[in-house]
């Protein structure tokens, strides 16, 4: 089945830790997107990505960062730079920007800072 | 200045008791407005797509409408699998084409 796969479920980050969070899709959509979601807050964007070895800034960028290697693959990066990380962070892909059918969204991880 | 407001907040509802969602938007331009359904600690799934003003969209019990500033879901004699946490986003036309998602209204269905 196709489908987006963000792993882990849960993370824990002790402080001034680096994490990467993983998502990887095998929909062959094009763009990529990450979100983080905050209790009473709509979803806020991260990074995104429409193209291979291409990404862009989202409204709340800062301490995050990308890479986009491969079409399957945007793993996200959680820095020690971030101050407030503990949230639940959402990876979605879309055929493109103009996608009809919104994002497909994976399972999301789960991030405490112990 | 929010982009995306949904209401209520929180919704209870018994089993086959009818009811609306609301989602209101202010948007230079829409180029579309997107229903989601998002249960406890799982990832929002897609629902509908409207365009423009007067447009209506059904899967089952759930029933979407478009007007110039809002949305509005519709859930005709709701049961209990239905209960989740329901997101509205709309896709805003211009540079950037952004994205702007609501808080969500949190719809519990009880027996």
């Known amino acids: 089945d196709g489908g987006i796969t963000q792993s882990p479920k849960y993370l824990f980050r002790k402080e001034g830790q680096n994490v990467t969070l993983s998502c990887e899709q095998n929909?062959?959509?094009?763009?990529m997107y990450w979100y983080r979601q905050d209790p009473g807050q709509g979803l806020r964007l991260i990074y995104y990505?429409?193209?291979?070895?291409?990404?862009q800034k989202g409204d709340i960028a800062e301490g995050y960062s990308v890479s986009r290697e491969k079409k399957e693959s945007f793993p996200l990066t959680v820095t020690s730079a971030q101050k407030n990380p503990t949230a639940f962070y959402l990876c979605?892909?879309?055929?493109?920007?103009?996608?009809?059918?919104?994002?497909?969204f994976g399972s999301g991880t789960r991030l405490t800072v112990v | 200045e929010d982009q995306v407001t949904q209401s209520p907040e929180a919704l209870r509802l018994q089993e086959g008791e009818s009811s609306s969602l609301n989602c209101s938007y202010t948007v230079s331009g829409l180029r579309g407005l997107f229903w989601y359904r998002q249960d406890p600690g799982k990832g929002p799934e897609f629902l509908f797509t409207l365009y423009s003003a007067g447009e209506e969209k059904e899967k089952e019990r759930l029933k979407a409408t478009l007007t110039k500033k809002e949305s509005f879901l519709h859930i005709t004699a709701p049961k209990p699998e239905d209960s989740a946490t329901y997101l509205c986003a709309v896709q805003e036309l211009g540079p950037g084409n952004q994205f702007y998602f609501g808080t969500g209204t949190s719809l519990t269905v009880i027996p």
């Open positions: 979605a892909s879309s055929t493109g920007f103009w996608s009809n059918y919104g994002y497909t």
């Open positions: 990505s429409q193209i291979v070895n291409d990404f």
């Open positions: 929909l062959n959509h094009d763009a």
